[in-house]
């Protein structure tokens, strides 16, 4: 049998994440929730047989959205989303799916948030430079 955790740690490196710091703040303090946490969200769930990786990966950006209550969990999704293999326009679809179903309020928020991430970088672009960090429209 697998350890969800090593399995898990497998999964985020093949989405492109990184370790980040809420991930070491947490395992500074609860080191045994961290790896309960990896093991079951990225090796248990994410890395079930049925259904490649990436089609996991934009149900979790719909999913993160639609709760819409961790833009930083939604930034991580997007940018394994990314990583791979789908496009912005792929993910800004799926994101504007979410106001069919969670509300437009939902949609705007993630798409703002995560703006800097799917904003083709255009230098005529006058609000590409904007704050992302999920501030209010």
Same mark, same amino acid.
């Not at 093949?14 to 961290?34: I, K, W, Y």
């Not at 248990?44 to 709760?67: C, E, F, H, K, S």
């Given at each position: 049998m697998t350890d969800p955790y090593r399995q898990g740690l497998d999964i985020l490196a093949q989405t492109g994440a990184v370790q980040d710091r809420r991930r070491n703040l947490v395992a500074e303090v609860a080191p045994e929730f961290a790896r309960i946490a =990896?093991?079951?969200t990225y090796g248990d769930i994410m890395g079930r047989p049925g259904l490649a990786l990436n089609l996991?990966?934009?149900a979790a950006i719909a999913a993160t959205a639609a709760i819409g209550t961790d833009i930083a969990e939604l930034r991580a999704?997007?940018?394994?989303?990314?990583?791979?293999?789908?496009?912005?326009?792929?993910i800004i679809e799926i994101l504007i799916q979410v106001a069919?179903? %969670?509300? =437009?309020?939902?949609s705007m928020q993630a798409l703002a948030g995560c703006h800097d991430l799917l904003v083709e970088m255009d230098p005529?672009?006058?609000?590409?430079? %904007?704050?992302?960090s999920g501030g209010q429209l």
């Amino acid at each position: 049998m697998t350890d969800p955790y090593r399995q898990g740690l497998d999964i985020l490196a093949q989405t492109g994440a990184v370790q980040d710091r809420r991930r070491n703040l947490v395992a500074e303090v609860a080191p045994e929730f961290a790896r309960i946490a =990896i093991g079951f969200t990225y090796g248990d769930i994410m890395g079930r047989p049925g259904l490649a990786l990436n089609l996991r990966q934009l149900a979790a950006i719909a999913a993160t959205a639609a709760i819409g209550t961790d833009i930083a969990e939604l930034r991580a999704h997007v940018s394994a989303a990314l990583h791979l293999g789908w496009t912005k326009s792929e993910i800004i679809e799926i994101l504007i799916q979410v106001a069919a179903h %969670a509300g =437009i309020t939902a949609s705007m928020q993630a798409l703002a948030g995560c703006h800097d991430l799917l904003v083709e970088m255009d230098p005529q672009c006058a609000s590409c430079d %904007a704050d992302s960090s999920g501030g209010q429209l």
